[in-house]
């Protein structure tokens, strides 16, 4: 289900409940003001269509370090990873010690990585 979907059976069942406090508050003689204009939901939102949620994720820089890493069955240097993305060597080594403590990578020699299977 999605979000929209899970308010919506969330605000019906709310409606329900408000429907029968204001019975009970009937019965028992002491119905002040009816709950249920203060319960509705404020906006509506419409479901998502198909179109989007088709639309693949933008890929991320991490991704695309990654990708190449997961590709190389030896292992890739800081200088490849620079040369075949473009970034400067700040940011791919940034990348490459959070990929790493995360666990997504791994060091087989000083300064070569390989993705974690």
Known sequence: MTITKDLQAISK?????????EK?????GKAEKPAAKSVKPKTKSKPATK???AKPAKKTDTDKL?????????GVDTATLMKKTGFDQKKVRNILN?????GKITRV?????????
């Open 13 to 21: 069942e709310l409606m329900k409940l408000v429907k029968q406090t």
């Open 24 to 28: 009970l508050a009937a019965e028992l």
């Open 51 to 53: 179109k989007a949620l």
């Open 66 to 74: 990654l990708a190449i890493i997961n590709r190389s069955k030896k």
């Open 98 to 102: 959070r990929t790493y403590k995360q």
């Open 109 to 117: 020699e000083k300064g070569i990585y390989i993705g974690v299977k």
